[in-house]
């Protein structure tokens, strides 16, 4: 959800329903105050005005409604938060989970804090350094805390599809011990859905419920259709991922024994005949001698022939003279 509230409760109640229809398994708010986490008044930058900031701020006497809205809809609402107050108020719901935005990432004394409620938490990556991730893993680690997942990110809004790297997932993944996620802020739902592929065992994108709307966070979120587009997609990679054992199906069995080869006779072989590699070829279906290099090669020629054998005959072992 982010800012995409636009500072209304009814919006933030129809953004929820809208995760929820769309086949999300939770929904995250940014629970912060312009005032508290902005050190100037900077007119010139949106991200550090307070008077435009404060229309998207996220009303933490909000909280209760939308968390036991959440909870009839049977979707997870949690939040990042900016500050101690945000996290103790939080609390008091006791919120299943954290996250920390890459922009966060720095804020160690914060940090802490929020690793020492014991909650897993969602660590964005998104414009830091690995030796910056692992700084703030210690920070949480140090409060005792090892429930964190870390989520690939690109701190651009939106994102250009040659700067996601998807494939410092599999970095992550040699480098850390914990698992892996994707932040992503591009307009395609393609790089989700790959992300999963990667490894990534969360997905974190932002909702709108039109693109068009003003505020910070509309112009690179996902309208709730494509946002259900790309669940889908990732729903069926998830289970087109299946087992790490290459297994052969019973549905695979009969493809198989049609779809294999024999070997066949190339020529009409009479009885009696000694046969020779230049008499035989390979063919569907997979009724006789397996066309392995040493029958192909070494066991089938030099055998005679019990029967007489038609060109294109699928030749088995009871056709020659001896069985292997």
Same mark, same amino acid.
């Given at each position: 959800?982010?800012?995409?509230?636009?500072? =209304? %409760?009814?919006?933030? /109640?129809?953004? &929820?329903?809208?995760?929820?229809?769309? *086949?999300?398994?939770? #929904?995250? !708010?940014?629970?912060?105050?312009?005032?508290?986490?902005?050190?100037?008044?900077?007119?010139?930058?949106?991200?550090?005005?307070?008077?435009?900031?404060?229309?998207?701020?996220?009303?933490?006497?909000?909280?209760?409604?939308?968390?036991?809205?959440?909870?009839?809809?049977?979707?997870?609402?949690?939040?990042?938060?900016?500050?101690?107050?945000?996290?103790?108020?939080?609390?008091?719901?006791?919120?299943?989970?954290?996250?920390?935005?890459?922009?966060?990432?720095?804020?160690?004394?914060?940090?802490?804090?929020?690793?020492?409620?014991?909650?897993?938490?969602?660590?964005?990556?998104?414009?830091? =350094? %690995?030796?910056?991730? /692992?700084?703030? &893993?210690?920070?949480?680690?140090?409060? *005792?805390?090892?429930? #964190?997942? !870390?989520?690939?990110?690109?701190?651009?809004?939106?994102?250009?599809?040659?700067?996601?790297?998807?494939?410092?997932?599999?970095?992550?993944?040699?480098?850390?011990?914990?698992?892996?996620?994707?932040?992503?802020?591009?307009?395609?739902?393609?790089?989700?859905?790959?992300?999963?592929?990667?490894?990534?065992?969360?997905?974190?994108?932002?909702?709108?419920?039109?693109?068009?709307?003003?505020?910070?966070?509309?112009?690179?979120?996902?309208?709730?259709?494509?946002?259900?587009?790309?669940?889908?997609?990732?729903?069926?990679?998830?289970?087109?991922?299946?087992?790490?054992?290459?297994?052969?199906?019973?549905?695979?069995?009969?493809?198989?024994?049609?779809?294999?080869?024999?070997?066949?006779?190339?020529?009409? #072989?009479?009885?009696?005949?000694?046969?020779?590699?230049?008499?035989?070829?390979?063919?569907?279906?997979?009724?006789?001698?397996?066309?392995?290099?040493?029958?192909?090669?070494?066991?089938?020629?030099?055998?005679?022939?019990?029967?007489?054998?038609?060109?294109?005959?699928?030749?088995?072992?009871?056709?020659?003279?001896?069985?292997?």
């Amino acid at each position: 959800m982010g800012a995409n509230h636009n500072g =209304s %409760i009814k919006m933030a /109640k129809n953004l &929820i329903d809208k995760a929820k229809w769309a *086949g999300a398994d939770a #929904i995250k !708010i940014q629970t912060w105050q312009a005032k508290k986490f902005i050190s100037m008044h900077n007119e010139k930058q949106e991200w550090l005005n307070i008077n435009y900031l404060k229309k998207y701020e996220f009303k933490l006497d909000w909280l209760e409604e939308l968390i036991e809205y959440s909870n009839k809809r049977k979707i997870i609402l949690f939040s990042t938060p900016s500050d101690y107050e945000d996290c103790d108020i939080l609390e008091e719901f006791n919120t299943p989970l954290y996250k920390w935005g890459g922009v966060q990432i720095t804020d160690h004394p914060k940090l802490k804090y929020i690793a020492s409620k014991g909650k897993l938490i969602l660590l964005s990556s998104g414009g830091s =350094s %690995i030796e910056e991730i /692992k700084e703030a &893993i210690g920070v949480i680690e140090g409060q *005792g805390n090892r429930k #964190i997942l !870390i989520l690939q990110c690109t701190t651009m809004y939106p994102s250009e599809i040659d700067t996601i790297d998807l494939n410092v997932i599999k970095t992550f993944k040699k480098v850390f011990s914990y698992p892996i996620g994707y932040s992503g802020h591009s307009l395609s739902i393609f790089p989700a859905i790959a992300s999963v592929a990667l490894g990534a065992c969360v997905v974190e994108k932002h909702l709108t419920i039109n693109r068009n709307l003003e505020g910070p966070d509309h112009p690179f979120a996902m309208q709730p259709e494509e946002f259900k587009m790309m669940v889908d997609g990732i729903k069926i990679v998830e289970k087109a991922l299946g087992s790490k054992n290459k297994t052969i199906y019973p549905e695979e069995k009969k493809n198989i024994s049609q779809g294999r080869r024999s070997i066949m006779a190339k020529v009409d #072989i009479p009885k009696g005949t000694i046969i020779t590699q230049d008499m035989l070829d390979t063919a569907r279906p997979a009724s006789g001698i397996k066309p392995t290099l040493e029958n192909f090669e070494k066991k089938v020629p030099r055998k005679k022939a019990l029967i007489n054998i038609k060109s294109k005959d699928i030749i088995r072992w009871d056709m020659l003279n001896g069985t292997d």
